[in-house]
């Protein structure tokens, strides 16, 4: 079974810049979910069996339900540090781009990302990587972009097995992966049919990983306020176009403060509206609980619905086939609005 996906000459260059650099920093994209950071921490923790002392740095906060990963008290945010942050940068040999196509998606890190002389490498599986994550000159530049694999984490693992460290990676490493790869599946349930998925799945488990334990401690792991919330949402703010096999919810600010909104209580929630019989796509709308007129969109769909397309079209955004994003800068009822008519609009998808 083929796992390895880089060339010589780009394990060769990769191998070559983590072996010429001291200080490294692995950065992942702002909102980090459950494949950002698992990704970056556990290329983290593959640096370390270098003898490397990489520094994980994300934009701002990531949900409650990841915390009790390994090593996260390890990580920098950003949003709590940023001149610490922009240090980083500025004194980095090596910035590793993980998760994300293009440097806008760190957002407020941005500017220290992008004036960085460090050498950069991304490792990423989003479409179309964009010219703004090269290096800036002053050294050389790796891109390292699969689109067809499953997850950022997935991309760790083949790089790790094909550099022959697989064997000395601890059981931590494997729990990174592994819950990194299942959330970016919505649990396996979507982009993850090839075998090779399961080949991997087959090694994690040889480092002792319980990943049963895994899923309850992401599946699992709300707070009552939270599951209320769900019910609420999934019971009063369920709009069903049955004849386009569509539909969309929206979360206000004042709901999310009646229900102790937290970071990650509404992860998931857009997958739901897919359980109803023929539902083609799943939109979510949730306004920023502290920027005025911003909604963040969520869009899930199945079979060859072309998410991405509807996300750039219509919300800002893009994203897989499957499983996209984007953002809106208008009120939540504008927000809905635009979202009624990208259905329509595609109702012949």
Not at 36 to 45: K, T, V
Not at 113 to 125: P, T
Not at 190 to 199: G, K, L, V
Request: proline share 4%; with cysteine.
């Amino acid at each position: 079974m083929q796992i390895d996906i880089l060339t010589t000459q780009e394990a060769a260059v990769l191998q070559e810049l983590i072996a010429a650099s001291s200080l490294i920093v692995i950065t992942c994209h702002k909102s980090p979910d459950g494949d950002a950071i698992g990704s970056s921490l556990a290329w983290a923790e593959y640096l370390r069996s270098l003898g490397k002392e990489p520094v994980v740095l994300v934009p701002d906060a990531y949900p409650d339900f990841l915390q009790w990963l390994p090593n996260t008290q390890t990580i920098v945010r950003y949003d709590k540090h940023p001149e610490n942050g922009d240090m980083l940068l500025k004194t980095a040999d090596l910035v590793f781009c993980l998760d994300y196509n293009e440097s806008s998606r760190v957002e407020m890190m941005q500017a220290a990302l992008d004036g960085s002389a460090a050498r950069k490498v991304v490792i990423d599986h989003h479409l179309l990587p964009s010219t703004t994550t090269e290096d800036n000159g002053a050294g050389e530049r790796l891109l390292i972009s699969r689109p067809d694999l499953s997850s950022t984490s997935e991309l760790v693992f083949r790089i790790v097995w094909q550099l022959g460290a697989f064997e000395v990676m601890p059981k931590t490493w494997a729990v990174q992966v592994y819950c990194g790869m299942m959330t970016d599946t919505g649990g396996f349930t979507f982009n993850s049919t090839r075998p090779e998925i399961f080949f991997i799945i087959g090694q994690l488990l040889t480092k002792r990983i319980d990943k049963d334990k895994i899923y309850r401690k992401v599946y699992n792991n709300y707070s009552s306020w939270a599951i209320r919330m769900r019910g609420y949402v999934m019971c009063n703010k369920l709009n069903v176009f049955e004849e386009q096999h569509a539909a969309y919810f929206s979360i206000s600010k004042k709901e999310m403060h009646d229900f102790h909104f937290v970071k990650g209580d509404a992860e998931g929630l857009v997958n739901e509206p897919l359980r109803i019989k023929n539902m083609r796509l799943s939109i979510s709308l949730r306004e920023d609980d502290r920027v005025p007129n911003l909604v963040w969109v969520s869009l899930r769909s199945v079979d060859n619905f072309p998410c991405n397309k509807m996300a750039e079209l219509y919300f800002n955004g893009g994203g897989h086939l499957n499983a996209s994003g984007g953002r809106l800068n208008c009120s939540l009822q504008e927000a809905e609005e635009i979202t009624r008519k990208a259905i329509i609009e595609f109702k012949d998808s």
